[in-house]
């Protein structure tokens, strides 16, 4: 059987007190006030978007929405990638955020 594990479990199985580090580092950085949670929700998603992490993207996606984020915000984000990166971000990742949007 060939099941696709989720990478960050495994690398919490693998390395428990690295990615507890890891998690701490994310808190920090979630915890800081100079940028509300849907910009960072939006930035992240053009960071992961600029390196064609889909899956990273399609993670972000539901706690961009939860913390305000709009289908038109969210294709610009992935859309500024495009001058940074090329297409790739585009076209691996903008398709999936869209659907998520849909009914």
Do not use: W
């Not at 939006?42 to 960071?47: D, F, K, N």
């Not at 972000?60 to 969210?74: D, F, I, Q, W, Y």
């Amino acid at each position: 059987m060939n099941e696709t594990r989720n990478p960050m479990e495994v690398f919490q199985e693998e390395a428990p007190e690295v990615a507890a580090a890891f998690n701490g580092l994310i808190m920090s950085l979630v915890g800081r006030k100079g940028l509300d949670q849907k910009t960072k929700q939006l930035i992240y998603i053009a960071m992961k978007a600029a390196m064609g992490d889909d899956m990273a993207v399609k993670a972000h996606l539901p706690m961009a929405k939860a913390a305000g984020a709009t289908r038109e915000e969210v294709v610009d984000a992935i859309l500024m990638t495009l001058t940074v990166s090329g297409i790739r971000g585009v076209v691996h990742c903008l398709p999936d955020a869209v659907k998520q949007f849909e009914s």
